[in-house]
């Protein structure tokens, strides 16, 4: 049951008055718009997050999801790359990450937050597009992006079936599943992998899923990455570090195997969980450039 508990809700390190003042004076110094956003979701869970756009903004926007027990600064580093290469960016807390409200569900209430934060976007974008001497015609954003971590890669990875404006995406260490995932995590610490969840540890799980569905209405089985990507025809990039114990690698080869033509894996020797732009920050920038490049408007 406390496991349960536990997994709906994460501890997650608030945002620090002087971590916003940082960031915003970081804005200032390289003239780039800087906005706190909130949405109140159906369920009344408000969601908090951060929208930059730089001076030389192309019309593409990514949307960056951080991993379960961060918070939007696990993911603000890349901001500053893309803002550099005219990328506006929104970096949300998740539910119960942060500074936003709610139940932590691992996608099945963040779909929907993942489709608010994008009409957001682009009616942001509608905001930010002048009248044209031939009246008041206004651009839409060019392209939306993803990119995630660990659980933030999961959340893109499940709301493609619903979401169809992601022009292409880069999920970091997703899990296969909630289940593949929990089944893991009970061998971590003896590095065994998931046999002994799949076995001793099962109906301790089980019974954990069943406490959540029945006292939070939240059914676990219901997160499946792997099964959201079949037939998906979104361009998918999977980062998976080959030293991470957190995620072991093989999830990102059972998403792959569900959609070899749309999904692209690049694994990363010595990266641990989320670690590959720290192993190798140069390349990490370079692919996901070039994947977001490579799948604009022109290559659809």
């Known amino acids: 049951m406390s496991l349960g508990w536990i997994a709906l809700h994460p501890n997650s390190p608030p945002i620090r008055d002087y971590e916003e003042h940082n960031a915003r004076a970081y804005a200032a110094a390289h003239s780039i718009e800087f906005q706190d956003v909130a949405l109140t979701a159906p369920d009344g869970a408000v969601l908090k997050a951060w929208y930059e756009r730089p001076p030389n903004a192309n019309g593409d926007a990514v949307l960056l999801l951080h991993g379960v027990v961060d918070n939007r600064l696990g993911v603000y580093p890349f901001s500053k790359w893309l803002l550099d290469n005219g990328y506006t960016v929104l970096m949300p807390d998740a539910r119960h990450h942060g500074?936003?409200?709610?139940?932590?569900t691992y996608g099945i209430r963040e779909v929907g937050d993942i489709r608010r934060w994008i009409d957001w976007l682009e009616n942001k974008q509608l905001e930010k597009e002048q009248p044209t001497k031939d009246g008041p015609e206004k651009k839409p954003l060019r392209c939306v992006y993803g990119l995630g971590e660990s659980m933030g890669g999961m959340e893109l990875?499940?709301?493609?079936?619903?979401?169809?404006?992601?022009?292409?995406?880069?999920?970091?260490?997703?899990?296969?599943?909630?289940?593949?995932?929990?089944?893991?995590?009970?061998?971590?610490s003896l590095h065994i992998g998931p046999w002994l969840g799949r076995t001793f540890f099962r109906p301790t799980l089980d019974a954990g899923i069943l406490f959540v569905r029945l006292r939070y209405g939240v059914n676990f089985e219901d997160v499946k990455p792997a099964e959201a990507v079949v037939g998906s025809k979104v361009p998918i990039l999977l980062i998976h570090g080959e030293a991470d114990r957190n995620v072991l690698p093989y999830h990102s080869d059972i998403i792959h195997a569900m959609n070899p033509l749309s999904i692209t894996v690049w694994k990363v020797p010595g990266a641990a969980?989320?670690?590959a732009s720290k192993v190798a920050p140069d390349e990490f920038k370079e692919k996901a450039l070039q994947w977001f490049a490579n799948h604009g408007p022109a290559q659809e």
Not at 99 to 104: D, N, Q, V, Y
């Open 273 to 275: 969980h989320c670690g």
């Open 99 to 104: 500074a936003s409200g709610g139940l932590t």
């Open 157 to 188: 990875l499940e709301s493609l079936p619903s979401e169809p404006r992601f022009c292409a995406i880069i999920a970091e260490s997703p899990s296969a599943s909630f289940r593949e995932e929990a089944y893991a995590r009970f061998g971590r």
